[in-house]
């Protein structure tokens, strides 16, 4: 059965989940996004992620800045915080940093993470906070009404560039791998069977985890990143990538024309909790 046949964000598998009755992360507020959008994928895979791993609700804290992306924690039965317009991460960070317990999930779009929010990625995946964020990837300002974003295709026509834009998009996943992220991915809210699967990897690291969500504006982008669009473009990872390789990643990642899903790079190395409790150590010890 075709993406078009059927919506995105329900298949056999989460119906099995529901009618068993272990999808408890849900609140009663119900999303506020347009019919056939990719973000319902993500809520699914999130509260799915959550049960798979048994996270206590009380344990868990989603964190959002502005946009359609930045309603999620409204739509989950945790705890959120809807911050400003590109802060996602520096909130994310000092929730982390004040109890290194918490599972902290940071959510966002492309403008709000590669826009005015652009200059805080780098810090996050360099200090690798022990954080897990989700950017929702549909090239365009969605709650503003469609406009171009940081991530929007050339030639893209919308009200901010009525003569089709002529900017090359960013190419997050590169930036990323270049920032020292220790864990970077790709998924497609179009496949929810390895959305769910990605998510739950992504959390489940220690360390900056990366997950980057191509997800269609099913209202305001009718060319680039329809799903008919997207669904012919996306391909998996060869079956033999290292995910160990940085310069295997980056090359996959540059490659923007057949977009790659699943694991690109992952490391192991101190969180940002732990380079401070080693500062207090050393602190502790000088005295």
């Not at 994928?41 to 049960?51: D, K, L, M, P, R």
């Not at 998924?187 to 969500?213: N, Q, V, W």
Request: proline share 5%; glycine share 10%.
């Amino acid at each position: 059965m075709s993406i078009m046949e059927r919506p995105v964000f329900v298949d056999d598998k989460l119906r099995e989940v529901r009618q068993s009755g272990r999808l408890e992360y849900r609140s009663r507020s119900l999303p506020t996004w347009c019919p056939g959008c990719g973000y319902f994928s993500i809520v699914e895979g999130v509260t799915y992620a959550c049960n798979e791993m048994g996270i206590a609700k009380e344990q868990a804290v989603v964190v959002s800045g502005i946009g359609c992306s930045s309603r999620f924690p409204f739509f989950v039965d945790l705890f959120g915080f809807h911050t400003l317009h590109g802060r996602v991460l520096p909130v994310a960070t000092g929730v982390k940093t004040a109890n290194d317990k918490l599972t902290v999930i940071a959510v966002g779009g492309d403008g709000d993470g590669f826009a005015i929010g652009g200059g805080h990625i780098s810090h996050a995946a360099k200090r690798n906070v022990d954080i897990t964020y989700l950017l929702f990837d549909n090239g365009i300002y969605g709650l503003t009404k469609g406009q171009t974003s940081p991530l929007s295709a050339v030639g893209l026509r919308t009200s901010t560039s009525p003569f089709d834009n002529p900017e090359q998009p960013l190419n997050p996943l590169m930036m990323v791998l270049a920032y020292g992220a220790s864990w970077v991915g790709q998924a497609y809210a179009g496949r929810p069977d390895h959305l769910r699967e990605m998510i739950t990897k992504a959390i489940a690291h220690r360390g900056f985890s990366y997950l980057h969500i191509l997800s269609p504006c099913v209202t305001f982008d009718k060319t680039s990143k329809t799903y008919v669009n997207l669904g012919l473009r996306v391909r998996e990872l060869p079956s033999g990538h290292d995910a160990t390789d940085l310069m295997a990643a980056l090359r996959q990642a540059r490659d923007q024309e057949s977009l790659a899903i699943g694991l690109y790079y992952q490391e192991s190395r101190p969180t940002l909790n732990a380079t401070f409790e080693q500062l207090v150590a050393k602190a502790g010890g000088g005295r």
